[in-house]
């Protein structure tokens, strides 16, 4: 059974200028059409470059942005369409936990009353000693020991302040968290033990996960479903370990390429996918397909114009690409000047359907190659 759905969900962010911002110039397009689906008990991982609008999506679903358009249903009700007030009787059901633990606690409350805040404003616990028994059982699935109350966030390590974070989240018996990078502010050492939690934590209290995060090992160990953004649209979406075997988009294929192999000899021989130029601006994204500024497969014309809809390859696995299913039967070759760089050095390089590579073809703005980085 789906618990959310989000059907061409869109945020648009007017840009205004003038003395008084009166002047509206245009719009980021942070969310543009994304539509997907997770089922309960389930992880989503959304992953992207920074500025994707990953985020602002988490954010949209909790409605802590206003949705431009599109359907945000969760357990069946249309959350964009539901009027203040009931919006927020629901979200008690939709948390969030942030990346930035310490950030987003109040370094003047202590624990019991940082958590105490959402339930009494919940109506959770008919008194201060039901709502601590509450907090006290809370602490401890959490792994944090009952004295903890009385103390203050900074008294705590980081991954503990994670903790606290989800704790604050699970007394309120949510059904959906929304987890924005939860392991990204934390040591490498303490990631497993956090990321652990959450999926204790789902498997104890049937808890559905919605894990925004820019780091790919993170994602694929958590997640059912993984979905790709770029540029405010999901290009690629497929079951965790689908995806990572057999990544159909150009875009999937090069943040894939960027994340280190622990064998040597795997890391010497695999894909290394540099893409040209910066991310583009979300407040004048490219025509066609969004990717095809940076794209070593781009084909004009249709790439240039024509936006590619997100269609099911395989099982559960949805592709925004053209020609993913050529470029997967290798078909289709990069194109010349991108090739040399992804191909090993002794492997032919041409096929006719590089022939527009020319200086013509080469992408506004592309100062150069970068290696892709999420986040
Ligand atoms: N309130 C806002 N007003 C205008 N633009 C915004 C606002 N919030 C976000 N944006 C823009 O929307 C785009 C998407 O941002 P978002 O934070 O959702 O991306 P992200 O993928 O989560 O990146 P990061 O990993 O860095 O948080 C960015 O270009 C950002 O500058």
């Known amino acids: 059974m789906s618990l959310l759905e989000l059907n061409e969900v869109k945020v648009h962010f007017p840009v205004r200028r003038g003395v008084f911002f009166d002047r509206l110039v245009g719009h980021v397009y942070a969310v543009d059409g994304v539509s997907l689906t997770i089922e309960a008990g389930q992880t989503y991982g959304l992953v992207g470059e920074s500025g994707c609008g990953k985020t602002t999506l988490g954010r949209a679903v909790l409605r802590l942005n206003d949705i431009t358009s599109g359907q945000v249903v969760f357990d069946g009700t249309d959350l964009a369409a539901l009027p203040a007030e009931e919006m927020r009787r629901s979200r008690r ?89 939860p392991v990204s502010a934390l040591d490498v050492s303490i990631q497993a033990q956090v990321i652990n939690l ?60 960027a994340v280190p192999v622990p064998d040597p000899e795997v890391e010497d021989t695999r894909e290394r996918i540099l893409l040209q130029g910066d991310l583009p601006s979300p407040a004048n994204p490219p025509t066609g397909c969004r990717f095809h500024t940076r794209c070593p497969w781009r084909q004009p014309e249709r790439c240039d114009t024509e936006r590619p809809a997100l269609v099911e390859l395989a099982d559960g696995h949805r592709v925004a690409c053209h020609y993913a299913a050529e470029i997967a039967d290798g078909t289709l070759r990069p194109t010349r000047e991108l090739a040399e760089r992804i191909l090993p050095e002794d492997e032919p390089i041409g096929a006719p359907a590089t022939t527009g590579a020319d200086e013509a073809d080469e992408p506004e703005g592309a100062a150069g190659t970068a290696p892709v980085e999420a986040g």
Do not use: W
Request: negative net charge; aromatic residues 4%; proline residues 5%.
């Open 93 to 181: 059901r939709l948390q969030m936990v942030f990346q930035d633990p310490l950030g987003s606690l109040n370094p003047r409350q202590n624990i019991e009353s940082i958590l105490a805040e959402g339930m009494a404003a919940h109506g959770i616990g008919a008194d201060r000693a039901e709502r601590r028994a509450r907090i006290v059982e809370v602490l401890e699935k959490v792994g944090l020991p009952a004295d903890a109350l009385s103390r203050y966030p900074h008294e705590f390590s980081g991954g503990q302040r994670q903790r606290i974070g989800i704790a604050r989240a699970l007394v309120l018996e949510p059904d959906l968290i929304i987890c924005d990078e």
């Open 198 to 257: 959450l999926e204790e934590l789902q498997d104890s209290l049937g808890l559905t996960y919605l894990v925004i995060a820019h780091d790919l090992a993170v994602v694929r160990h958590i997640s059912d479903v993984i979905g790709v953004m770029y540029l405010g649209a999901l290009v690629e979406e497929a079951p965790s370990d689908q995806l990572y075997a057999e990544p159909r988009h150009p875009y999937t294929r090069a943040l894939m390429s």
